[in-house]
């Protein structure tokens, strides 16, 4: 299965790193760079109306670091930190980063990154493709079973840490998945993120407020930079 070339862009408030990282990624056919910040409101601004594969992000910078931008951002992309101090290391994969670089970072690092990041890409297709044949049924792992749970029976999920809750029709699982897996695992014409913690099935939805949606009396946030998607995707789906 081949891959589309994956858009990346640098956040880094030296001119230096900037252009360290934008010779590897020319030099790399698979990447191709869309955008240069050099702070992380400058990214979230542009991450507002842009979508990207891969964020290559500074943690010390002026105004807002990039653990504080992870933080603030719904629903990241993939992303490796770049910086000088590795104290910082353990924190920042708390946050799901995909790698840490440690500045002066050298040519064979940096492939090695990018081919764990596309690696990662590779499978999330076969995983997508496999979805695509077989809709109905998805396999989860709750304590130490694996059990399927029928998609047209699922509600609404929301993330619990390591654990993601599905609420069913019937009843409520707590899944040892992470919400971006489970995500992949339904089908996106009938499912999608309304917040960062929350997947929700769009035929499911009774109300639709200003802030949130309302699924068998409950109550689901909507998160602002899912908004507009899910506006139009739930006037698509009633219209059909």
């Known amino acids: 299965m081949s891959q589309r070339v994956k858009k990346c862009i640098i956040i880094d408030d030296e ?3 900037h252009y360290v990282l934008a010779k590897y990624i020319e030099q790399s056919p698979s990447l191709e760079l869309v955008f240069q910040g050099y702070n992380g ?13 891969l964020m290559f992000l500074d943690i010390d910078m002026p105004e807002i670091s990039g653990i504080e931008m992870l933080q603030k951002l719904d629903n990241p992309p993939r992303t490796i930190l770049t910086t000088a101090y590795s104290e910082f290391a353990l924190e920042s994969y708390e946050y799901g980063v995909l790698d840490y670089l440690l500045k002066p970072i050298y040519h064979p690092r940096f492939v090695k990154a990018i081919d764990r990041f596309l690696e990662l890409e590779a499978t999330h297709l076969q995983t997508e493709a496999i979805v695509e044949e077989v809709t109905d049924t998805i396999y989860v792992k709750v304590d ?3 059990i399927p749970i029928e998609v047209n029976s699922i509600l609404y999920a929301q993330s619990y840490g390591n654990y993601v809750k599905i ?26 993120r309304a917040h960062k913690s929350y997947i929700v099935a769009l035929d499911k939805v009774d109300e639709v407020m200003k802030d949130h949606v309302v699924i068998k ?3 689901i946030p909507i998160g602002i930079t899912y908004r507009r998607e899910l506006a139009e995707k739930l006037k698509h789906l009633i219209k059909n």
């Open 15 to 17: 001119p230096a790193a």
């Open 41 to 53: 409101l400058e990214a979230m601004d542009y991450l507002k109306d842009n979508k990207v594969d």
């Open 217 to 219: 009396r409950n109550p």
């Open 144 to 146: 130490s079973d694996t």
């Open 167 to 192: 609420f069913t029709v019937k009843k409520n699982y707590l899944a040892t998945i992470t919400t971006n897996d489970l995500e992949k695992m339904l089908p996106s014409s009938h499912f999608m």
